[in-house]
């Protein structure tokens, strides 16, 4: 009981001297979050030694020493993997770490000197500290934070909006059987909880096809929750808010009813906790956004991963912070958006990634200038898995990467051309783009930081004016 209680004196301590930052990750299901995390944690262990960090102005400057990890707050969650990731990362050949399968967290304390200051512009010779703490979770989960703007016939109505042709095609086992429900049939459970797999069938086979926008999160992980009743609902086609006041008025034991109060058991005892403890706490946050898996999966899944990042957005507190805000309700007051996986495009198309990606997210990028949120919006490969490399052809030269597919193969291409706006449809109907998986590049045999593109940039914006 006293060390929970030191420990948290302490942090109120640093989070009121603005020592102390949390930071959100934030990406759906492949977007590259233990990738980014993994490669955040090597890069600051390594700063001032093998690191390639020019763009983060402290590291830039030498007044970057470095960071280790300390004991995280929380001592009920597990801290993040870093250590199995980097094994998977030296192994012969080199793999991606293993998916985030449940919720980590890791703290790090990085060490540095603070910059010039006085009349005479003098370096401070002391070094200071900054507390940063990082949280990973599984991308499936945080899909379902836009459930608490619902209710059951309200979230059925959206789900029965989001049944595009191809997703309606991939349902077609799950809507044959729920088309011989009705609302006011009396439940029977055997039944529901059939009918409730097959719905989540539909949801991983919507997500092996590269769709984003895929509720609920833990019918595609559900963890300790498999075979529990709480998983175990659906929405009901044909039924909207017109229907409201007899669907209300049904008997207790119907389908309705049943539905609802499972959906209701699911927001209050599974979302809302994880939101309560986890997401209501952040300072800063960097969103992780795989377009490129989009512009290959088609228009649809384009389409559905704008429409999932927008409504995922509004879940977060974004406001300009204070003392009384850092202590008790800490806002998100920088943001950055990140295009990740972008070595699987040759270096001249990463500005136009930057430009897709903000149109892809103009929506909320433009609510959050409004609001005078700083936003920054960059491409980034966490983990370099190509090199570039200039291919030549009848007398000219092209640009080309070179790198180790998942299958073992080595390729020499030009993946295409990266949209710098929306696709129009005859950029989907010529198929202008396609991309390849590849391993990670090996690490130099002395160890040496890990291979990335402008994750310092990412680092300097997220806490770089804390290291000043």
Known sequence: ?????????????????????????????????????????????????????????????????????????????????????????????????????????????????????????????????????????????????????????????????????????????????????????????????AIAERYAATLRAAREAGFADLQPGRFLLPGDLAGAPVLQFFPLPGVGEADRQALEALPEDSVYHTLSRRFAHYQQHVVKPFYREHFRRFDRQIVLVDVLGALNAGPERFEDLSRALATLMRSFHY???????????????????????????????????????????????????????????????SIRATQSREVERQGRRFPALRGTTQAGEEALLFPGEVPAQIPEADFWQRQGFTFDHFRPLPRDARGDALPHIRLDAALDWLIGDKLA
């Not at 379902?144 to 703007?149: G, K, M, R």
């Not at 191809?166 to 809507?175: I, T």
């Not at 892809?360 to 005078?372: C, G, S, T, V, W």
Request: net charge negative; aromatic share 6%.
């Open 1 to 193: 009981m006293r060390q929970t209680l030191a420990r948290e004196v302490t942090n109120l301590l640093e989070r009121g001297r603005d020592r102390q930052l949390r930071l959100a990750v934030t990406g759906l299901s492949r977007a590259g979050k233990t990738a980014f995390l993994t490669s955040l944690v090597n890069q600051l262990r390594h700063a001032g030694l093998e690191a390639r960090l020019d763009l983060m102005a402290c590291a830039r400057e030498g007044r970057l020493l470095g960071a280790r990890r300390v004991a995280q707050q929380d001592l009920a969650v597990p801290r993040f993997p870093y250590d199995e990731a980097m094994a998977a990362l030296d192994e012969t050949p080199p793999r991606w770490p293993d998916p985030t399968r449940g919720i980590s967290e890791l703290r790090l304390q990085i060490r540095y000197r603070p910059g010039r200051h006085g009349l005479f512009g003098m370096m401070n010779a002391d070094s200071a500290t900054l507390t940063l703490d990082l949280f990973d979770y599984p991308g499936e989960w945080l899909l379902d934070l836009p459930l608490l703007e619902h209710d059951f016939l309200s979230w059925s109505e959206r789900q029965q909006a989001a049944l595009t042709p191809a997703r309606r095609e991939l349902a077609a086992d799950w809507l044959e059987a729920v088309a011989e429900l009705t609302p006011d049939s009396t439940a029977d459970e055997a039944e529901l909880a």
């Open 319 to 381: 406001g300009k912070r204070s003392l009384v805000s850092r202590l008790f309700a800490p806002r998100i007051d920088r943001l950055a958006i990140a295009a990740t996986k972008a070595d699987h495009v040759t270096p001249e198309q990463h500005a136009n990634l930057v430009t897709l990606l903000e149109a892809l997210l103009a929506e909320p990028i433009q609510d959050l200038r409004f609001a005078d949120i700083p936003v920054k919006a960059l491409s980034l490969a």
